[in-house]
């Protein structure tokens, strides 16, 4: 977990995603639209991505993509971060 949290330091809005997954290409496009400019780590790319991918689905990550951080706060996949907006959050 040590890897997810020093990247999740390096950055006020960190994404883990994949560059394969529709929901995470949704969220990213959401975040983007709020003008904020995230660290995205695509596991599918990365060259520790399958470690990153293992320590987010200890950290409950379940599915463990996407996995959005604001402030070092995990905030939660997909699910999560649509409920926030619809909410207005």
């Known amino acids: ?3 997810v949290i020093r990247a999740v330091a390096e950055k006020p809005v960190v994404i883990f995603s994949k560059s394969s997954c529709c929901m995470s290409h949704s ?5 983007y639209s709020f003008g904020v400019n995230p660290m995205v780590y695509e596991l599918d790319e990365y060259p520790n991505g399958q470690q990153l991918e293992r ?6 990550f379940k ?9 070092q ?3 939660g996949g997909a699910n999560e971060i649509m409920t926030l907006h619809l909410q207005g959050k």
């Open 1 to 3: 977990m040590t890897t």
């Open 27 to 31: 969220i990213k496009t959401l975040i």
């Open 73 to 75: 706060d995990p905030i």
């Open 55 to 60: 320590e987010l689905k200890a950290l409950g």
């Open 63 to 71: 599915p463990s993509v996407p996995a959005v951080y604001i402030g």
